[in-house]
C-alpha cells in the first residue's frame, strides 16, 4: 500500500509547479483527477520543445513530466454546469491543487469557502506567483520573472555577464516540492483534528527558501550578496571551477583537512607549509597565488581522473557534464530516476521515458502506473462514478461543458 492510496486529489494546474506538485503525489498513489479546458486541455500539452511530433499530439516533453498516474477530465468552469459538476466532484476528493491567478476560482464560485461548503474538510492548495496577500498578489508570473523580482539573478552570473537566471526552472519545481510537502503535512494533521484547511504557497516565497542562508546573511549583516559565477559562498579560493586537459572540473572545500587533502591528492603537498595558505583567511588573500598553482596540476590530467583521485581523498569534486553525458552516467543509471512506457503502452509510437521522485522508499515508495493521459481520456468514467448516465455525458459534450 502506498502512503496516498485512497486520497483523491483534484488538479486545477498548469505549465510545471502545479502539476508537478500534484504529480509528487500521484506517484505515492494519489487518485489525481487533472482538470483541463475543454476541446484543447492544458496549453502546455502543445508546446514543441525541440519535438514537434509529440507537441502535435498534444503530449510535450513538459506535459509528460509531470502526467503520469492521472486521470483527465475536460471540463468547462466558466459555465454554471461545469462548476455544478466540480463542486459534485469536490464532495468527493481529499484535495484540490490550483494555481489560476489569485481571485479566479473565487471568481467562478470554486474558491476554498465555496468547496467548503460541499467538503468541509478539504485541503485547499492555491498556488501563485507571489501569494494571495501584498500588492502584487494578482500579478502573472513565470519562473524567469520571479527569478528577477526574488534577488535570484541578481546574484548569478559573474560581473562581465551580468544576472543571469538559472538553466533550468528551479523556481517551479522548487514551488512544485513545496506544494507536495505542505499537501502532505497538511493530510498528515487532518488525520490527527478531522480538520482541513487553505494553503497559501507563492513562487516568490519558494525562490527566496532557495537564497536562505544568504537571505539570512543578509538580513543580520547588511552585506548584500554579489554576482559570484562559480564561486562559494565561502570564498575558499579551492572552491571554484578549473579547468583540466579535457572539460572543467568542480571542487567544493569547506573544511581544512580538505583542503589537506586536495592539495596532497594533487600533488602540491609541499605547499601546506607555506604561511600564506596556513588557513582559510589567510588562503583568502592570497587567491590568485594558490589558484594558479592549483590550475597548473589539473590541467596535467583528465577531469574524469582528477574528479575520482580528488574524491577518493575525502574532497567533493565532479566533472561538469553535459546532459547526454549525465543520462548516460553510472550513478544516474544505478538510481533509476527515470520510469519508462513501452512503445505500445504510451500510444505514441517510441517508449517514453519521464523522471519520477528525487528519493527512494525500501517499500511501496514512488512509482509509475498510468500513462500520462491524453485530453479528456477519462471524462466517461469519471462522470460515470459521478452517476452520470452515458446519455446525460453525450449531451454535455455535445454542448461544450465536458
Not at 574528479?307 to 550513478?331: D, K, W
Not at 519520477?356 to 514512488?366: L, M, N, R, V
Amino acid at each position: 500500500m502506498q502512503a496516498f492510496d485512497g486520497i483523491r486529489i483534484l488538479d486545477v494546474t498548469r505549465v510545471l509547479a502545479g502539476p508537478y506538485a500534484s504529480y509528487q503525489l500521484a506517484l505515492l498513489g494519489a487518485d489525481v483527477i487533472k482538470i483541463e479546458p475543454v476541446v484543447k486541455g492544458e496549453s502546455t500539452r502543445w508546446r514543441s520543445e525541440g519535438d514537434a511530433q509529440l507537441g502535435n499530439m498534444g503530449m510535450s516533453p513538459s506535459f509528460l513530466t509531470q502526467g503520469a498516474n492521472k486521470r483527465s477530465l475536460t471540463l468547462n468552469l466558466d459555465s454554471k454546469e461545469g462548476q455544478e459538476i466540480f463542486l459534485k466532484l469536490a464532495a468527493t476528493a481529499d484535495v484540490i491543487v490550483q494555481n489560476l491567478r489569485t481571485g479566479s476560482m473565487e471568481k467562478r464560485n470554486l474558491g476554498y469557502e465555496q468547496v467548503c461548503k460541499v467538503r468541509p474538510d478539504i485541503i485547499y492548495c492555491s498556488m501563485t506567483g507571489y501569494g494571495r496577500t501584498g500588492p502584487k498578489a494578482r500579478y502573472p508570473a513565470y519562473d524567469s520573472v520571479i527569478q528577477a523580482a526574488a534577488g535570484f539573478m541578481s546574484i548569478t552570473g559573474t560581473p562581465e555577464s551580468g544576472p543571469l537566471k538559472s538553466g533550468p526552472p528551479v523556481v517551479d519545481y522548487a514551488m512544485g516540492l513545496a506544494g507536495a510537502y505542505a499537501i502532505s503535512a497538511a493530510l498528515f494533521q487532518r488525520s490527527r483534528n478531522g480538520k482541513g484547511q487553505h494553503i497559501d504557497i507563492s513562487m516568490l516565497d519558494s525562490c527566496m527558501a532557495l537564497m536562505s542562508s544568504i537571505l539570512t546573511t543578509y538580513v543580520n549583516t547588511g552585506n548584500p550578496p554579489t554576482l559570484r559565477g562559480n564561486e562559494a559562498p565561502s570564498r575558499s579560493p579551492a572552491s571554484t571551477t578549473f579547468k583540466t586537459a579535457d572539460g572543467l572540473l568542480a571542487i567544493a572545500i569547506n573544511e581544512q583537512h580538505q583542503f589537506v587533502h586536495l592539495l596532497e591528492a594533487i600533488g602540491l603537498g609541499a605547499m601546506l607549509s607555506d604561511e600564506r595558505f596556513k588557513d582559510a583567511a589567510s588562503r583568502r588573500d592570497h587567491t590568485e597565488i594558490l589558484r594558479a598553482a592549483i590550475q597548473g596540476a589539473l590541467f596535467k590530467d583528465s577531469a574524469c581522473n582528477w574528479e575520482s583521485i580528488i574524491n577518493n581523498a575525502g574532497v567533493p569534486a565532479a566533472e561538469v557534464l553535459t546532459i547526454p553525458r549525465v543520462m548516460e552516467s553510472a550513478q544516474v543509471i544505478d538510481r533509476q530516476f527515470f520510469g519508462e512506457f513501452s512503445r505500445d503502452d504510451s500510444g505514441l509510437g517510441r517508449n517514453i521515458r519521464v523522471p519520477k521522485s528525487a528519493f527512494q522508499f525500501q517499500s511501496d515508495g514512488p512509482m509509475l502506473n498510468k500513462v500520462p493521459p491524453r485530453v479528456g481520456e477519462n471524462v466517461d468514467e469519471l462522470l460515470g462514478e459521478l452517476g452520470f448516465t452515458p446519455e446525460n455525458i453525450a449531451e454535455m459534450k455535445a454542448r461544450g461543458v465536458v
